[in-house]
């Protein structure tokens, strides 16, 4: 089992998540800029995390032969504080870099004007730089966010087709379904989204234009539950063609639209491994 | 050798960094969106000597800049912006004002750019912190052959260091990296 994990903090996480990730079977994450426990109080506070999650992150990750790209973008509550506002005229910088595979995670939070702002700036990003985006659905009054993102995406003028709208559940999968945006769901270990609850929303919509992750980060989470998901699905009588679909060739789908996506090196181990005698012990 | 001639010699039918060369020289802001581009806008080819398109690319954008560019360039740079940097280093007619950037790169947990600080720029380095980021190379276990001028520089402090590392490493049950093994003989018979 191959299994990309679209959006995981992993500056929040430890080398063990790392190594526990790989062994099970995770070879590709991406992590979008978001907010940390913390708020930040001014620029140069973001630019040295993003330099964190395009730099040190990806560093770290590819010593569990784990393939790393990260999205750039002003999250949502931060946008509300003045202070850290001048950092979208650095956002530019960040997003011409090779490991940066869209515009993230961007959206609401308290649906704020401020935010409302913010959010349509950087869907106009997004179009300037050729990326996809990322957008977060808000963890309060959830289902009005929802409706409310979907309008503010269909006024920017981006093709729905590149964004992907995440932490969806029951309530809110249909109206992102019919606006014909890729719908995301957190499995989180109690709140946002259970793998049980997610085996029956595939049994419903089934896996094209879907994509799950852990969403893992410093708060109570696992990174295992992409994996987890997968083990669900086959539980309840999907088979390991929906499985890589939804956990790997979905993912690679939407953020190759950037045209940065770069798996060559996982391809190559996997092309080694499965045709080559050197980890088969030279025979 | 590489130098800037050479690099933009060999990359003279490349029509797309003509182009952006010519938007740097007269807006040299513009180099903010073209050094991330990079590999995307010119190719990710195989020229002589160890260079890349790209990084040779990246050494004329910087050429083209002026020379208070470098840095920001450099603080904004990903891995393989920041490595490209460091390359180009040498060529640029910059005397020492580089050696911030190195001093940056000294102080990552990153091997790739502990080991591009110490190429033929560290020269410009001051002998102490060059003997620590040479120990530091050992200590990562970054190769000492890709060190600029090891065997001339070495000297008997950087002697003492290695044998007192290598007794800690000892005293822990764990070996010394065999090239750091034979720069301590070489320093015993000098």
């Keep these: 089992m191959r299994i990309f994990d679209p959006h ?276 | 050798m590489a130098t800037l001639d050479v690099l933009k010699n060999d990359l003279s039918e490349n029509t797309n960094l003509r182009d952006d060369l010519a938007r740097v020289t007269k807006d040299p802001n513009a180099i903010a969106g073209l050094f991330p581009a990079a590999r995307r806008r010119y190719g990710q080819e195989p020229l002589a000597d160890g260079w890349t398109t790209d990084e040779a690319a990246r050494a004329l954008l910087l050429a083209a800049a002026p020379a208070e560019q470098i840095g920001e360039v450099y603080r904004y740079g990903d891995t393989a912006e920041k490595l490209a940097v460091l390359k180009a280093l040498p060529l640029l007619p910059i005397g020492d004002a580089g050696v911030p950037l190195l001093e940056d790169a000294l102080r990552t947990n990153d091997t790739r750019l502990v080991a591009a600080a110490l190429g033929p720029y560290s020269d410009h380095l001051a002998q102490d912190t060059w003997r620590q980021a040479v120990l530091k190379c050992v200590f990562m276990g970054v190769p000492l052959k890709g060190v600029h001028r090891l065997a001339e520089r070495a000297d008997p402090e950087l002697g003492a260091m290695l044998r007192a590392f290598a007794l800690e490493r000892h005293a822990a049950g764990r070996d010394m990296p065999p090239d750091a093994h034979a720069l301590l003989d070489q320093l015993k018979e000098a």
């Design chain 1, 8 to 283: 995981i903090h992993m500056t929040s996480r430890t080398t063990d998540d790392y190594q526990r990730m790989a062994e099970a079977g995770v070879r590709a994450v991406v992590e979008p800029a978001f907010w940390l426990g913390q708020p930040r109080t001014n620029p140069g506070s973001f630019t040295d995390y993003f330099d964190s999650i395009i730099g040190w992150e990806p560093f770290r990750a590819s010593q569990f032969g784990i393939r790393h790209h990260a999205t750039i973008a002003l999250n949502p509550k931060e946008a509300n504080d003045p202070r850290c506002r001048p950092v979208l005229d650095l956002l530019p910088r960040y997003l011409a870099k090779d490991g940066v595979v869209a515009v993230g995670e961007i959206g609401y939070d308290s649906m704020t004007p401020a935010e409302d702002e913010v959010f349509a700036a950087q869907l106009a990003l997004a179009l300037d730089h050729d990326l996809p985006a990322l957008v977060h659905t808000p963890h309060r009054d959830k289902a009005r966010g929802t409706l409310r993102s979907l309008d503010v995406i269909k006024e920017s003028g981006i093709d729905p087709g590149r964004v992907a709208l995440d932490h969806l559940n029951e309530v809110t999968v249909e109206d992102a379904r019919e606006a014909g945006v890729w719908i995301g769901f957190s499995i989180y270990p109690d709140t946002k989204m259970s793998p049980d609850r997610m085996v029956e929303i595939l049994r419903k919509y089934g896996t094209e234009r879907v994509l799950v992750n852990s969403a893992a980060d410093w708060g109570k989470s696992d990174p295992l539950l992409t994996v987890r998901t997968a083990e669900a699905m086959l539980a309840g009588g999907f088979g390991a063609g929906d499985v890589d679909r939804l956990l790997w060739r979905n993912p690679v789908e939407f953020y190759a639209q950037s045209g940065r996506l770069d798996l060559s090196d996982i391809e190559e181990a996997e092309a080694t491994f499965a045709g080559n005698s050197i980890l088969r012990g030279g025979s």
